[in-house]
């Protein structure tokens, strides 16, 4: 249950397919974070983790500064494959999880800022392995119409400040959409019609 009023009885697909993700990874003796932006959905992968039987780690924004360093120091220090569950806004601050090789988020956010803060806790100073990251999309959903806005977002941000840059304030404006803040911080009107389109 993550929207108002729907209610999804079986275990969602991302959540079974995350566990068997998981499942082999910690096998192997290596770790990974995972990040999701619902309450909901951090309750039941913590199910499904506990179910499975996978060593994990849970961290949200209702732990207090203590709480949160002694599971960063439980998830660093254990000998194996362990798992790092986070909110993404709880994992995008100032933690530095070189432990986990492997990033996976649950759902999509519109802006990639937020995700990319998220995963490099990862890739802090220390890191030894390659990281790999996985985003969970389902195929014709607004979840890939957020990765298409992201895309163009990105693209206009790139035309306007990136290597050719425009030529003039009039083309800059045309590739930015006439001013509707395409490559700002927030969701604008347009940007919320396309979702629901």
Not at 24 to 51: K, P
Request: charged residues 25%.
């Amino acid at each position: 249950r993550g929207i108002t009023g729907v209610e999804y009885h079986g275990e969602p697909p991302k959540i079974s397919t995350l566990v068997e993700d998981i499942s082999e990874i910690t096998a192997e003796g290596s770790s990974a974070l995972v990040f999701t932006q619902f309450l909901a959905t951090f309750e039941r992968i913590r199910q499904a983790l506990t179910a499975a039987g996978i060593p994990f780690f849970e961290m949200s924004g209702a732990d207090s500064r203590t709480e949160r360093e002694r599971k960063l120091r439980g998830f660093d220090e254990y000998q194996g494959g362990a798992v790092m569950l986070m909110t993404l806004k709880t994992g995008g601050v100032g933690l530095n999880l070189v432990k986990a090789s492997y990033i996976f988020h649950i759902e999509p956010w519109w802006n990639p800022a937020v995700e990319n803060q998220a995963t490099d806790r990862a890739h802090r100073m220390g890191q030894t392995k390659s990281v790999q990251v996985y985003r969970y999309i389902i195929r014709d959903s607004v979840e890939e119409k957020i990765e298409v806005l992201k895309e163009l977002k990105s693209r206009r941000f790139d035309a306007l400040f990136g290597e050719p840059g425009p030529t003039s304030v009039e083309t800059a404006a045309d590739v930015a959409g006439d001013g509707d803040q395409s490559n700002s911080n927030r969701l604008s009107q347009k940007d919320f019609e396309f979702l629901l389109s």
